[in-house]
């Protein structure tokens, strides 16, 4: 379980930085979304991987972590989703802007000659 | 009401800002300048309150939730936090006043955005939390993209989209040294991380120490240290001048995470991982120095040269923190309210000058009409503080920092300084003689403008806050120094965030 999730942050973040090192806002976006998705799974593992243990205390079962999943690391992950939502929300308008006003989807809004490319 | 006190600085914006927020659909500007101003009212009487309840040395933790500790969300008033919230509060006034002259009314969602930064701000420095700290580095981020972007055109929208772009990327890193650090630690109270790290299992020690340098990447890229400053100048010098002044404590909120997270947590009680940090950042700061100044040379445009001059003042101040002795923390917690104040007042002015010249703008290069002398004056005053040369606050700051150097770096760090405080000399007489007296004859040309006299005033009040810094430095230095002292000492602040039990809830198991 550990190295499929593993691998899945390595390439969620590899296609990530790929995606974010390109020069139209489109894929900037895509890749920064992969990348929060990447560190949303690393914040989760952070808490350890178990299967089958319930995050809230039970009455009868002794309150410790080897009973337990881990409950801060999911908090941490909701904060950090939708604080990641916003942030890609306000990427697309400012991107949207960006084309509307100066007509390229390039990220510095110029439009690179063929000869230069 | 005076237990909660630490809760204010955080507080009042934010309610503030949820009322204008509300208000403004229907209210005039005249009524939410109105609600603006009592908010800032109220601020600036906190900040005095929460210095004076800091200055004696005490440190407050306050529990937010009555939560313990190590369980829930501490905010902890020291007199490093306090310092930088006065500061914030202090330079807030003027960019207020500054939008209040007319902005206001061209930038959607002005005022509430305004608030909402200074509660991300203040809660920055606040919090003793490291992802609480992350949390608010977002809502002040996110005000700033609203302030930066409210009314943009073309190439602004165009600097915009790469500033959202980097702080995204960077926040990203920084929930990645956040996950790490607590797989690593369980814990991301930083009093309570300050005691795990130093009882790190050795073979634990190269993982903790990878996700502290992830965390220190991050900081950096905030504070626009070499190479991570490529963002700064293009951002600054396109916001509008209110925004762009407020923008100078930004890049402070960096070096602000960085002396207080690498003093309290990675800091002399670290065990293996103590004072990791800064010798590698000594030597960045003076590199970005250097560059820095080269820009201000170079630049075409006065608030190109000036973004520079705020990386400049960056590069100072990692040097004088990275020293991390007392005096030199003293002198770079000088320096940092100084160059806040002054390189504020410098965007200020650029903006007179800026509308002055009509259709030249800031551009250095087309000879215009001649503008009024009194922006030249500010001008003088300002280039005289940021330069560091007697007798004004900039030069009090770089010398207690070069005083502390130990000696076995004083050749290179006060070349670096003085060569780097040379070149902005030069650009800045360079910048003021192309832009005041290299002017095209009266002749039958209309006078420019006259500038609106708020405009002025929030200027002149920057400027005076430099004067008054000058005047005061006794006092001020005074205080730095025990600031400098008490953030030297982690032990202090850790025991008494763990010695300070909920009141009213029963302790946990």
Redesign the interface.
Known sequence: MEFALATAIGVLTGGGVYL?LRAR?FD?ILG?TL??YA?NL??F????LVVGKPPVLLDGVE?TLANHADP??QA?VL??IV??F??TA??VV??M??HA??RSDH????EPSENQR | MMMHLPTFPILVPLVAGAILLLLERRQSTSVLRVGAWISMAAQVAVAVALVGAASGGEIIAYLVGDWPSRLGITLVVDRLSALMVLTTTLLAVPCLLHASAGWDKRALHFHALFQLQLAGLNGSFMTGDLFNLFVFFEVMLIASYGLLLSGALGPRIAAGLHYVVFNIAASTLFLIALGLLYGMLGTLNMAEMAVRVAETAPEDVAMVKAAAGLLLVVFCAKAALLPLYIWLPETYSRAPAAVAALFTIMTKVGLYAVLRVYTLVFGSLAGPLADFAWDALVAAGAVTLVVAAIGVVGATRLRAAVAYLVMLSAGTLFIAFALANADAISGGLYYLAHSVFVTAALFLIADLVQRQRGSMGDHLLPIAPPTRSASGMMYAIAAVSVAGLPPLSGFIGKFVVLDAVPAADTAWIWAAILGGSLLAIIGLSRTGTRLFWRVEAIGDAKPPPSPRPIEVGATVLLLAYGVAMTIGAGPILRYTDATARQVLDPGSYIQQVQDTQPQIREPSP
């Open positions: 974010l806002t900037v920064l990348l929060s560190t690393l914040i593992s952070a808490g350890r309150a801060l690391p941490l904060t950090a604080i990641a916003a942030m306000v990427a400012v991107a802007r960006n006003d100066l990220v510095d809004a110029d």
